[in-house]
């Protein structure tokens, strides 16, 4: 119906930077979030925003080196990931829900609509 769908992952050197893409092409929602897993680990939050970008949040862990960026008028949600470190290696998912708020949310059971993943790997 309205699986989102990830793209931009690759393998980049450590230092290095990518931008991972989140598309919806469902009705609108309202609050997005980008969350990773890693071989071994459980998932984990990277950050959120909603959709009139009163709000975005991220995760210590990349503060700093991520950005959260929405363009609305073509349903699509960016990560932009600088300074990349092994550690970042993960796949990496976004979500959405519909449910409006002034806040954004770093829980999973708080979204709806998930992609199937896009994997980035960083070399060292």
């Known amino acids: 119906q309205e699986q989102p769908v990830e793209s931009g992952g690759g393998l980049v050197q450590a230092g290095g930077s990518l931008r991972l893409s989140c598309e919806f092409s469902?009705?609108?929602?309202?609050?997005y979030g980008w969350f990773r897993q890693a071989p071994g680990k459980e998932r984990e939050f990277v950050s959120c925003?909603?959709?009139?970008?009163?709000?975005?949040s991220y995760a210590d862990s990349v503060k700093g080196r991520f950005t959260i960026s929405r363009d609305n008028a073509n349903n699509t949600v960016y990560l932009e990931m600088n300074h990349l470190k092994p550690d970042d290696t993960a796949v990496y998912y976004c979500?959405?829900?519909?449910?409006?708020?002034?806040?954004?949310?770093?829980?999973?059971?708080?979204?709806?609509?998930w992609g199937r993943g896009t994997q980035v790997t960083v070399s060292s």
């Open positions: 979500a959405s829900t519909r449910l409006y708020d002034r806040v954004c949310f770093q829980a999973i059971g708080e979204y709806d609509y």
């Open positions: 925003t909603n959709r009139n970008g009163a709000t975005s």
């Open positions: 469902g009705r609108t929602s309202n609050i």
